[in-house]
């Protein structure tokens, strides 16, 4: 290696984080209310997919994904609910 600043700077790109989230995804983002008997949801299937997927990529415990979620939102400025973990948790059997 003879360029050891390109080097270093590719390295450190490597780690580096890109996310968006498209507009189709905040609109499904909420659940859509329940026509029947019983608690509101207050995830959508979208929501606890997209938690589950950053929870197996980044090999994170339940909480730990909630906690992502909730930094994640206010850094993109969306105003989105996050699913509990144990919202989360549910979405594991389906």
């Not at 080097?7 to 984080?17: F, N």
């Not at 983002?29 to 207050?42: F, I, L, N």
């Not at 206010?74 to 996050?82: S, T």
């Amino acid at each position: 290696m003879t360029n050891w600043a390109e080097y270093d700077a590719a390295l450190r790109q490597r780690g580096s984080l890109t996310l968006w989230v498209s507009e189709e995804a905040i609109e499904q983002w909420k659940a859509a209310p329940r026509r029947t008997p019983g608690g509101q949801a207050s995830s959508s299937g979208l929501a606890i997919t997209t938690a589950l997927k950053l929870r197996a990529v980044f090999r994170l415990a339940l909480r730990q994904t909630e906690g992502l979620l909730a930094s994640i939102f206010p850094l993109l400025g969306l105003d989105l609910p996050v699913p509990d973990h144990s919202t989360i948790a549910a979405g594991l059997g389906r």
